[in-house]
């Protein structure tokens, strides 16, 4: 019904900036709360940062400060800029949507994940 694909993940120098986006497309009516998570190798997958729907914001506090996540309501998109990236960022970002769907069953959908991977 649904589907989140994410984008821009790679490969890059610590203090370097990636930007990660998700698009989302499907039965779509409207959007609650988007978000990234990300699980580094070994770890336990954790929140990154989340938006509402009407903008409120939060961070884990290993990116506070250097990470920021925005949305697109119009276009189904939720991005998170990364700056000042160090090689504990390294791990596999996740995409978060809270959806309602056209016959308003309130549902939660994943990414697939891309890959960030931050050098020393």
């Known amino acids: 019904q649904v589907q989140l694909v994410e984008s821009g993940g790679g490969s890059v120098q610590a203090g370097g900036s990636l930007r990660l986006s998700c698009a989302a497309s499907?039965?779509?009516?409207?959007?609650?709360?988007m978000g990234w998570y990300r699980q580094a190798p070994g770890k336990q997958r954790e929140l990154v940062a989340t938006?509402?729907?009407?903008?409120?914001?939060n961070y884990a506090d290993s990116v506070k400060g250097r990470f920021t996540i925005s949305r697109d309501n119009a276009k189904y998109t939720v991005s998170l800029q990364m700056n000042s990236l160090k090689p504990e960022d390294t791990a596999v970002y996740y995409c978060n949507a809270h959806i309602v769907l056209q016959n308003f069953q309130d549902m939660e959908y994943w990414g697939k994940g891309t890959l960030v991977t931050v050098s020393s």
């Open positions: 499907g039965s779509i009516f409207s959007f609650r709360a």
């Open positions: 938006i509402t729907s009407v903008g409120n914001t």
